[in-house]
Structure formats: C-alpha cells, structure tokens
C-alpha cells in the first residue's frame, strides 16, 4: 500500500454516521496527514437539494475531533481541482461506490495531470444520509 504525505476526503453532506467514520480511519492509514472537508449548508442545499440535518459549523466540530483528521474545513465547491490548488493534497479519498460514476472518472482524469492519485476505498454499505434521513423506526419520539 502506497503511503501518501498528505490525504483528502470530503463528505459528511448533512449527518455524520458510522460510515464516514469508516471513510476517514481507511483515508487516515494511507496518508500521515488527512485533511477532510465538511460540505458546506449551501452546498448540500445545492447539491443534495436537502437542508443539511446538521449545520456545517457541527458537523465541522464533529469531524475535527476524530483522532484520524488532522485537520478539517469547511468546502463550498465539487470541484477537487479548485480545492487541490488551495490544499495541495497528494491523494483524495472516497467510497468505492462511487468507483465507475462519471463525475469521478473526470475528476480522477483532471487530478491526474496534477500528480494527485484517487483512492477509492470500500463503502459502508446498509447506511448512508439520505437512507437515514427515511427510517422512521430509528426516530425518537417524546
């Protein structure tokens, strides 16, 4: 396995859950520092068409006390080459579920002439947001 100097990952789109968790240990045993970037309300707005579950300023608070993150911030693009000429990350990391998405072909294609390797690492299939935003048995009701 190829160690990286410095790793990126971004997510955590309205509610953290076990599956980011998982993301970001896979992310943070490739590289010695990991970066991890919370979108942003109005980009999950955007994006996602949802108001996030959880405010950015949380799920920041959140992200940043994983002893696995090194550092994490706040992200108002999709766009990974506009975020590697502010970061400079050598790899990003993300759910192989997204592996054969178009969106990720490009991006894996745009990075590569930058020398920035994307690592998809496996996803934590049976939980995602909007899958938990929709189970009513797991609500608690007063």
Known sequence: ???????????VYD???VGHLNLINNAKQ?????IVGVNSDDLVKEYKNKVPVISEAERQKIVANIKAV??????????KVQLWKEVKFDAIFIGDDWKDNPRWLK????????GVDVVFLPHTYGVCSTEL???EQNKVKE
């Open 107 to 114: 991006t894996k294609e745009d990075l590569k002439e930058y």
């Open 30 to 34: 490739q590289c010695d520092y990991l």
């Open 1 to 11: 396995m190829k160690k990286y100097r410095i790793g990126y990952t971004q997510g």
């Open 70 to 79: 090194d550092d994490c911030i706040i992200v108002s693009t999709l766009d």
């Open 133 to 135: 935003r929709t189970v």
């Open 15 to 17: 509610m953290f859950h």
